[in-house]
C-alpha cells in the first residue's frame, strides 16, 4: 500500500499566513495533481495545530523576538511568531487542497511544552501522535512526502518515518514542497539523503 503524507499545508504557512513559507501556496496545484494522480491507496494531511499560549510562541516568552533562538522545557527552541492557533483561518488548511480525496488528519503541536515538528512524534521524542501506528494498520509499505516547510515539519517527519518505521520505502517530493530557509533546506535534503529518504520529483510520480 502506498500512502501520500501532505505536511502542513495550512494558510498559516502560505503568504499572507502567520509564519509564511516563501511561494509556500505554489505547491497546492501539484499536491492536488499528486491526490489524483499519484495511485495513492491512503492520503493523510497532517495539521499544526497549537493551542494559543503554546511555548513555541515568542510571545509566550519575555523580550523574545520572532525568530529569535530561544528555550522551551529546557530545549532550544526557535521563537515563531504566533500561527496555527486551533480553529482560527490561519490553522484551515489551504482552501484550494482538494480535501475531499484525504483519508485521515493527524493534527499535531497540541501540547504548550513541547514543540512537533513531526507528524509522528513530539519533538523531544516523547507523546507518539499515532500516525505511525494508522499507516501499519493501512499495510502501507511506501510513503511520499511533501509540503511546508521542507527545513522544519516535512523533514523531521521524514526523518521520524525512516525511523520508526524500519523497511519502507520513504521518498520527499521535492517539487511539492518548500522550506522557509534556502540553506536550511540544502542541509534537510542532505539530511534526508543521508537517512535513506529518496528525492523524488511529481514527474517521476505521475509519468510512470
Ligand atoms: C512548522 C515551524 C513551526 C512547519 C510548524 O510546518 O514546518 N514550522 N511550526
Ligand atoms: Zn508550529
Redesign the pocket.
Known amino acids: 500500500m502506498k500512502a501520500l503524507l501532505l505536511?502542513?499545508i495550512?494558510n498559516g504557512?502560505c503568504p499572507g499566513g502567520n509564519?509564511p513559507?516563501p511561494h509556500g501556496d505554489e505547491i497546492v496545484p501539484v499536491a492536488n495533481r499528486l491526490i489524483r494522480d499519484g495511485g495513492y491507496d491512503v492520503i493523510v494531511a497532517s495539521q499544526?495545530w497549537h493551542p494559543e499560549n503554546h511555548g513555541?510562541f515568542a510571545s509566550q516568552h519575555q523580550g523574545a523576538k520572532p525568530f529569535d533562538m530561544g528555550e522551551l522545557s529546557g530545549k532550544p527552541q526557535?521563537m515563531?511568531p504566533d500561527?496555527?492557533v486551533q480553529g482560527t483561518h490561519d490553522a484551515e488548511f489551504h482552501p484550494d487542497l482538494a480535501l475531499d480525496a484525504i483519508d485521515h488528519i493527524q493534527q499535531k503541536?497540541e501540547n504548550p511544552a513541547v514543540?512537533s515538528?513531526s507528524a509522528f512524534r513530539d519533538n523531544d521524542q516523547g507523546a507518539l501522535t499515532g500516525l505511525a501506528a494508522y499507516l501499519t494498520a493501512q499495510q502501507v509499505t511506501e510513503i511520499d512526502l511533501c509540503?511546508?516547510?521542507t527545513?522544519?515539519?516535512?523533514k523531521f517527519s521524514a526523518l521520524d518515518a525512516a525511523d520508526m518505521l524500519p523497511g519502507l520505502k520513504i521518498r520527499f517530493i521535492e517539487d511539492a514542497s518548500r522550506g522557509?530557509d534556502p540553506e536550511g533546506v540544502k542541509a534537510a535534503i542532505a539530511e534526508m539523503k543521508a537517512n535513506g529518504v529518496d528525492i523524488v520529483t511529481s514527474r517521476q510520480i505521475l509519468h510512470r
Not at 527545513?151 to 516535512?154: I, L, S
Open positions: 505536511i502542513d495550512q504557512f509564519l513559507v499544526d513555541s526557535v515563531w500561527h496555527c503541536g514543540d515538528y509540503g511546508l516547510a527545513d522544519y515539519c516535512v522557509i
